[in-house]
């Protein structure tokens, strides 16, 4: 029996993290520098990639609850 390897965690560019976060890009590329937004990786000198399963636990790390 083979065993599968996990797929890689699907990449989005910085317009497509923004639309997740229904932010800008503006802002998503302030957060990155201030080193305050999602983790992303740098492929080259300029190509900027963020995990979706990162963006989620990011926004998930944000959640508030009101207290009653």
């Given at each position: ?22 932010v ?20 080259g ?17 944000r ?6």
């Amino acid at each position: 029996m083979m065993t599968q390897e996990p797929a890689p965690p699907a990449l989005v560019s910085e317009i497509d993290a923004a639309r997740l976060l229904g932010v800008s890009v503006h802002t998503v590329r302030r957060w990155r520098v201030a080193g305050r937004g999602p983790v992303f990786a740098r492929l080259g000198d300029r190509l900027i990639r963020y995990s979706i399963a990162d963006i989620e636990q990011w926004l998930a790390s944000r959640r508030r609850f009101k207290a009653a």
